[in-house]
């Protein structure tokens, strides 16, 4: 347990840190079912921007429409996507068999699934992992734990986070869990993000809540660049502190603070277990003409396939950050730009050794030879890096995570089953 | 030597195919310097659209404004980008010192120069090779294989291409040579195109022409998406073959379609021989609401990571396609969608045996165990797919061409100098 500046207090328990909620979840081979409760909750949902939605997608739409949900039940192994009609019957049919064991109406019951695309649910497998799921539901660490194993598909490890923040004197925690590895994209990868929190907040602002958390989290993290078609994230609040976090029409600070770490928290997760990844990249601009510009330049940075080839073989190569800088559609000038390459933020601590500049106001520091490219190769050996760039500009800032191209990466995705 | 169905004979002779170029190239290690000569010649140029532009497209922007060059200089090794005042005096040297070599006014020579960025440009290996090109340029075809030898840098083979064609009864050749395998990307990756023609065409159709064919060839290749610094492509035309090839303010059709045969045929070469490649990928749209909406589409496709990674696995993931075309931003409607896989068209040759459809009008045909599936999969070991996709809405059509990604991609880029 640790309190950070926010006086954000990190807690063990997942979703399942926040009272009222009860979960389960069974991972058998590699299918999986996760089932999260959460009776009468307000809720959001943000989902993929791609064209073609999962038969889950399309369902989650339609239930969350008036803002409230009690259950969400979740499926690994197929993605129900691009199945046809016979999807949106195994969708519809999945959601029925669970509001009729767990005893919630089926227009309060959110789904999702996860895993191969185009290919017919296999019910046989899924309806009995349903049943057993639901016998299961209990408010534990364990569970919630146990629900974020379900939902895996080549993820390595589960992945939890949970916090706590005191709003005028009262405790508030929010819990999450997630998963996803592949197909991380902007605009959201194939993955599935569910949380959790005891604060009271109306179905207005529980959606402008979630879509700030959203844009700085999962929407800046980048594994490979495709945009999966059944991304989903889902907030659910139950109300059950007692404390609103909303008056005089803005939401807490505090509150937004939270639920930011926790999601920037599930997002850096996701891409510290990129299929394949090696090391972990943080892209930080600032100086930079607007927000939407500074967005742009981090994105294009972790994006770019010869810059993460490059963090493979740990070869400090500005000239290739300076290149997708170039291209991503931001203002810039390289005669005026800086970037700095080590393991933590020059911009947050200007006198680190742990980075050093590569190019400071359009001159460059790291020639060859120079002491700085030197120490630059060094610090590229660990598994942390951090780019910070200086557009020199105006103020917008935003940053970016992602992860190297390895060879496991294209393995893992040459072989990912047919 | 063969002619095609448009009545374009393929030659011999790359660029000096066409008479009154000479040329010459060395290679020495990782560096080569090749010089073209077309004396009086009206160009046409199109560069990289990054921001960050290296010192020879700067130069080669200003020296082709009035429309006139008589040579071009070009380096491999070092792509002089990022280089500050150093590169621009650099460049400067570079086309001063050939200018006196071959005796041509300076602000008749274009320059290029690729490989590594942000490293000094090494003069001192690269004056003495411009020294001894300048004293070997012959009119042959060794000649021009040299040239495209001289200007490699991870490519594997020279890359050449010519043709002639027959304008009211009097030959016009055309001819190119181009170097480019890593960032290779939409609006064109590290790439090199120089292309000469005996034709007669004024400055302004020759931007024209120009324009029409790179659109369909240089900026439909993809291999990383990375896009370059230093990409340039340049058409000489000397009017040696006394054609004109414009007439009351048409470019004359079989002249552009001979022009789009050469670069389209120059594209493809890159692509094949993109960085790590071992599969040539060509995605047909069909049926887009619109042109713009079918190059969307064609390519995300060929961009899609993960779509490259299951052409590397030989798995016709037909999901990955259509989620690639979901994100693409293209109109497209999933229930009516058709994708077909193998080895030729289908939109050519609709009987074909070496293509069976994946999803046709939206019916999935290619579910597990089905022959379709077994077929796709088959067809998958040859070394040419090519994917057909009909979004069946209006009649929007575009061809994008690109490769697998395999373990050697990222074992080039991870170790690719610093």
Chains 1, 2 share one sequence.
Not at 48 to 73: C, M, R
Not at 217 to 242: H, P, R, Y
Not at 389 to 396: E, F, H, P, T
Request: hydrophobic letters at 40%; a negative charge; glycine letters at 8%.
């Amino acid at each position: 347990m640790s309190i950070n500046e926010d006086n954000i207090k990190i807690i063990e328990g997942g979703i399942c840190a926040v009272s009222g909620v009860e979960t389960a979840g069974i991972k058998q081979g590699k299918y999986g079912v996760a089932i999260i409760l959460s009776l009468d909750s307000n809720a959001a949902a943000v989902f993929t921007s791609n064209k073609v939605v999962a038969a889950p997608v399309i369902h989650t739409k339609e239930v969350i429409k008036d803002g409230k949900l009690s259950a969400i039940v979740a499926n690994s192994g197929n993605a129900n996507c691009f199945t046809g009609s016979h999807g949106i019957e195994d969708c519809e049919y999945i959601v029925e068999h669970t509001s009729k064991l767990i005893n919630i109406p089926k227009d309060q019951i959110a789904s999702s699934s996860t895993g191969v695309i185009g290919r017919k649910m296999p019910m046989d497998i899924i309806e009995p992992l349903i049943d057993k799921v639901s016998l299961k539901l209990t408010h534990s660490a364990e569970a919630s734990t146990d629900a974020a194993k379900a939902i895996m598909t080549t993820d390595t490890h589960p992945k939890e986070c949970a916090v706590e923040i005191n709003i005028e004197g009262k405790p508030v925690r929010i819990g999450g869990i997630c998963k996803g590895s592949g197909m991380i994209a902007p605009n959201m990868g194939t993955m599935l993000a569910y949380i959790t929190t005891d604060a009271i907040i109306d179905s207005k602002y529980i959606n402008i809540a979630l879509k700030n958390s959203v844009s700085k989290s999962f929407n800046m993290i980048v594994v490979d660049g495709d945009e999966s078609t059944n991304d989903t994230a889902i907030l659910l609040a139950n109300g059950k502190s007692n404390v609103e976090v909303v008056s005089g029409d803005i939401i807490n600070k505090d509150f937004q603070k939270a639920l930011d770490y926790v999601c920037i928290n599930l997002a850096k997760q996701m891409v510290r277990d990129g299929e394949g990844a090696n090391k972990f990249l943080e892209v930080n601009i600032k100086g930079a003409s607007s927000p939407t510009d500074a967005v742009l330049a981090s994105k294009s940075v972790v994006s770019s396939m010869l810059f993460k080839s490059a963090l493979f073989g740990e070869d400090p190569n500005w000239g290739r950050i300076v290149s997708a800088v170039g291209y991503s559609g931001c203002e810039m000038d390289p005669n005026i730009i800086s970037i700095s390459i080590g393991n933590e933020s020059i911009f947050e601590k200007p006198d680190s050794d742990k980075s050093v500049y590569l190019v400071k106001n359009g001159e460059i520091l790291a020639f060859e030879g120079t002491d700085n490219l030197i120490t630059a190769e060094k610090l590229m050996s660990s598994t942390d890096i951090v780019v910070d760039i200086d557009l020199n500009l105006s103020d917008g800032e935003a940053t970016a995570w992602g992860c190297d191209l390895s060879y496991d990466y294209v393995k893992i995705n040459g072989e990912y089953t047919t």
